[in-house]
């Protein structure tokens, strides 16, 4: 018969004081994150010092940062004045959302549609210059469209009468000639996506992007239903996105269903602008860019290693392709240039902490396939107390995996896991 140390003793009378107020009211809901656990305390610092405006410009005054590996949530955490899944502005970040839809045409479409097909091939009667600009123009900001914000921002108008607009301007360069990052080039391309599926644009969204993913927070409301603002419009939080994110990353699929075609997923994450090309204007001086989504990491051999989607007022998210990350930073209580330096502190951090591994033992401390929950308390606490474990395989008490067992720190970081904290 096993007999409890003093030791020991101390131990578990510590443990059922920290624990009791997790089990009084029932089911473990400290924290919904996955089995494995990364030392994610930069990422938290450097998340603490933008919000104390420490390490940015000007401090952040609300935001949520989530970071999933595999499709596992591995960290989740608010920061200032706002909720878990509060709801934000994506501003530019849309243009990813819209690249998707604009992917889902080129797929499936009643007319059909490439990246190669013309605005003179739907809006008849445009001079040569503006019929000949490429729908992959239009959605890597090479077209050469004037701007036309008024037109983009009406609430008495339509996307189609919107894009009419904005053709009906003279080009700013030729088609292919400069990159000059804006709107209104994704504004016609939005509209050609109307006119090839025979759809209104939040249709297509709401039934090819958003409701397969379980999106019901993410919707474009600016300007208007007839006239969604393509480059700028939607609102999403933390979840939605990073799921969203998180389907491109594996190539379109989410949880065994195929949302978008992998051919069409591989052309939003291949370079449509021509090396080289001039840059008129761009928020992060580059021109290395896909269909709606930046190309902002490549590796010494040329290969896309990052890829980013960043809004005017720092709602952004990234996928880090060879460590298998997608990250999310939902604000819009800031600005592009003011959080960019830190995110890619932030990024560089994630990388790091998932490259040295798990810092922890799963949550699933009984091996039980179902974490976090009482069960894996309750017989981390019997075996802490030299007790047995309840499904008779757990793992060892050495949570921290620092060599030393059993400690205070093993139940600190067990218990401080187990509420969504840092190991």
């Given at each position: 018969?096993?007999?409890?140390?003093?030791?020991?003793?101390?131990?578990?009378?510590?443990?059922?004081?920290?624990?009791?107020?997790?089990?009084a009211?029932?089911?473990?809901?400290?924290?919904?994150?996955?089995?494995?656990?990364?030392?994610?305390?930069?990422v938290?610092?450097?998340?603490?010092?933008?919000?104390?405006?420490?390490?940015?410009?000007?401090?952040?005054?609300?935001?949520?940062?989530?970071?999933?590996?595999?499709?596992?949530?591995?960290?989740?955490?608010?920061?200032?004045?706002?909720?878990?899944?509060?709801?934000?502005?994506?501003?530019?970040?849309?243009?990813?959302?819209?690249?998707?839809?604009?992917?889902?045409?080129?797929?499936?479409?009643?007319t059909?549609?490439?990246?190669?097909?013309?605005?003179?091939?739907?809006?008849?009667?445009?001079?040569?210059?503006?019929?000949?600009?490429?729908?992959?123009?239009?959605?890597?900001?090479?077209?050469?469209?004037?701007?036309?914000?008024?037109?983009?921002?009406?609430?008495?108008?339509?996307?189609?009468?919107?894009?009419?607009?904005?053709?009906?301007?003279?080009?700013?360069?030729?088609?292919?000639?400069?990159?000059?990052?804006?709107?209104?080039?994704m504004?016609?391309?939005?509209?050609?996506?109307?006119?090839?599926?025979?759809?209104?644009?939040?249709?297509?969204?709401?039934?090819?992007?958003?409701?397969?993913?379980?999106?019901?927070?993410?919707?474009?409301?600016?300007?208007?239903?007839?006239?969604?603002?393509?480059?700028?419009?939607?609102?999403?939080?933390?979840?939605?996105?990073?799921?969203?994110?998180?389907m491109l990353?594996?190539?379109?699929?989410?949880?065994?269903?195929?949302?978008?075609?992998?051919?069409?997923?591989?052309?939003?994450?291949?370079?449509?602008?021509?090396?080289?090309?001039?840059?008129?204007?761009?928020?992060?001086?580059?021109?290395?860019?896909?269909?709606?989504?930046?190309?902002?990491?490549?590796?010494?051999?040329?290969?896309?290693?990052?890829?980013?989607?960043?809004?005017?007022?720092?709602?952004?998210?990234?996928?880090?392709?060879?460590?298998?990350?997608?990250?999310?930073?939902?604000?819009?209580?800031?600005?592009?240039?003011?959080?960019?330096?830190?995110?890619y502190?932030?990024?560089?951090?994630a990388?790091?902490?998932?490259?040295?591994?798990?810092?922890?033992?799963?949550?699933?401390?009984?091996?039980?396939?179902?974490?976090?929950?009482?069960?894996?308390?309750?017989?981390?606490?019997?075996?802490?107390?030299?007790?047995?474990?309840?499904?008779?395989?757990?793992?060892?008490?050495?949570?921290?995996?620092?060599g030393?067992?059993?400690?205070?720190?093993?139940?600190?970081?067990?218990?401080?896991?187990?509420?969504g904290?840092d190991?």
């Amino acid at each position: 018969m096993q007999t409890t140390t003093p030791m020991q003793m101390r131990f578990v009378t510590r443990s059922m004081i920290l624990a009791f107020g997790l089990l009084a009211g029932g089911p473990i809901a400290g924290s919904a994150l996955g089995q494995q656990t990364y030392n994610f305390s930069e990422v938290t610092r450097i998340a603490a010092g933008m919000l104390a405006g420490t390490n940015v410009p000007q401090p952040v005054p609300a935001f949520e940062v989530m970071l999933l590996r595999d499709g596992e949530v591995v960290y989740r955490r608010t920061f200032g004045q706002t909720t878990p899944g509060a709801v934000y502005a994506t501003d530019s970040a849309t243009k990813t959302l819209s690249g998707a839809v604009l992917a889902s045409a080129l797929e499936t479409s009643a007319t059909p549609l490439t990246l190669d097909s013309t605005a003179g091939q739907f809006f008849a009667g445009l001079p040569a210059d503006r019929a000949g600009a490429t729908v992959r123009q239009m959605f890597s900001h090479t077209a050469g469209f004037a701007e036309a914000s008024v037109a983009m921002a009406s609430t008495t108008t339509t996307l189609q009468d919107a894009a009419r607009t904005i053709l009906s301007r003279p080009l700013v360069h030729a088609p292919g000639a400069a990159f000059s990052y804006g709107g209104s080039e994704m504004h016609v391309a939005g509209a050609i996506v109307e006119l090839a599926t025979q759809q209104p644009w939040n249709t297509v969204f709401a039934q090819r992007i958003a409701q397969p993913l379980g999106m019901t927070s993410t919707r474009y409301v600016i300007a208007s239903p007839a006239n969604p603002r393509i480059a700028g419009g939607a609102e999403s939080n933390a979840p939605e996105f990073g799921r969203f994110m998180e389907m491109l990353r594996r190539g379109g699929v989410h949880e065994n269903v195929r949302v978008l075609g992998r051919a069409q997923v591989d052309a939003m994450f291949a370079r449509q602008t021509p090396v080289g090309v001039p840059i008129q204007s761009s928020p992060i001086n580059s021109a290395d860019y896909g269909l709606g989504v930046w190309l902002d990491q490549r590796n010494a051999e040329g290969e896309l290693v990052g890829a980013l989607a960043a809004g005017a007022r720092g709602f952004s998210a990234w996928i880090d392709v060879d460590d298998r990350i997608v990250g999310v930073f939902a604000t819009d209580t800031s600005s592009t240039s003011n959080v960019l330096g830190a995110l890619y502190a932030m990024r560089a951090a994630a990388q790091e902490a998932v490259r040295a591994g798990p810092a922890c033992d799963a949550l699933d401390f009984n091996l039980d396939g179902f974490f976090p929950d009482d069960n894996d308390l309750i017989d981390f606490l019997s075996v802490l107390s030299g007790g047995a474990c309840g499904t008779g395989e757990c793992n060892d008490i050495d949570f921290n995996n620092d060599g030393l067992f059993p400690d205070d720190a093993d139940l600190v970081a067990f218990l401080t896991v187990l509420a969504g904290g840092d190991c």
